[in-house]
């Protein structure tokens, strides 16, 4: 079943147990840095969902709304890969994300791609933390939540935070760019 914690920046929230209490992952660590405040929840990881995708299984273990619960993709755009944060419960619009960072086209990055540069492997991908820094996009109905779920950098483990905050620590951009 899931689990959930607290952290908070003035270090007045509930202890921090489980993956984020053993110094947590890339993606805890730059939020802790940054003084956000985010909260962490965790689940049991099962490979049993593998035809609904990684999202759709944090959906159902944590009982959230899918979309408010967000995934982070990579994309191609020939000259740069950038970051797209899309609902689970929808698509990456490629066109949409090439748009927003004034490229031509946009095609998703390979799976060994994607886990070198983030350094997380797939179905864990946080866009906080990553090994390498890239141009970020968050789909403009984030903006909706007064919080959001992302992955806390491994399977199983996300984190919510204030969209707001994700914009500002990423210098992430706001477009629409995911597709139902």
Request: aromatic share 4%; glycine share 12%.
């Amino acid at each position: 079943m899931a689990k959930r914690s607290k952290h908070t920046s003035d270090g007045k929230g509930e202890e921090v147990k489980g993956t984020a209490a053993k110094g947590g992952t890339p993606a805890i660590a730059q939020l802790r840095k940054a003084g956000v405040p985010f909260e962490i929840y965790e689940y049991e990881h099962s490979a049993d969902h593998m035809d609904e995708g990684y999202g759709v299984e944090a959906a159902q273990r944590l009982g959230m709304d899918p979309h408010q619960l967000f995934k982070t993709l990579m994309a191609d755009t020939g000259s740069e890969r950038v970051i797209g944060i899309v609902p689970v419960s929808g698509h990456l619009d490629l066109k949409a994300l090439a748009a927003a960072v004034g490229a031509k086209k946009a095609a998703m990055a390979g799976p060994d791609v994607a886990q070198r540069e983030s350094g997380y492997v797939l179905g864990g991908i946080s866009p906080f933390g990553q090994r390498t820094r890239h141009r970020t996009v968050l789909d403009e109905s984030a903006l909706d939540f007064d919080s959001i779920l992302v992955s806390g950098g491994k399977r199983g483990l996300d984190v919510a935070v204030n969209p707001e905050d994700l914009v500002t620590l990423l210098r992430a951009a706001t477009a629409s760019i995911a597709t139902w």
